[in-house]
Nanobody, 115 residues
């Protein structure tokens, strides 16, 4: 069984920065991609950023130029969030896609940006 544990969320003023981390424990076979999603109240969960095993990144248009996704060699993925806006307020979830297990989610971490 795989557990993804997120950290780094919190309350920040608009224009500030936060860095989210997501570490995996347990057995994961052949990670294909890691990603961050977010869900604001009353809205659907949306992809924020993703990074493949070869390092190719993909970002939502709303965060391009402000957020950066990265990973290390030990199954940890990061999301550096700069120039935060109130509309970035949401619960952020990390996600791993692998050969096995195919789809794993973290428990979520709250990010609140005050105006």
């Amino acid at each position: 069984q795989v557990h993804l544990v997120e950290s780094g969320g919190g309350l920040v003023q608009a224009g500030g920065s936060l860095r989210l981390s997501c570490a995996a424990s347990g057995s994961i076979f052949s990670i294909n991609a890691m990603g961050w999603y977010r869900q604001a109240p009353g809205k659907q969960r949306e992809l924020v950023a993703a990074i493949t095993s070869s390092g190719v990144t993909n970002y939502a248009d709303s965060v391009k130029g402000r957020f950066t996704i990265s990973r290390n060699a030990k199954n940890t993925v990061y999301l550096q969030m700069n120039s935060l806006k109130p509309e970035d307020t949401a619960v952020y979830y990390c996600n791993f896609r692998a050969t096995f297990p195919s789809n794993s989610w973290g428990q979520g971490t709250q990010v609140t940006v005050s105006s």
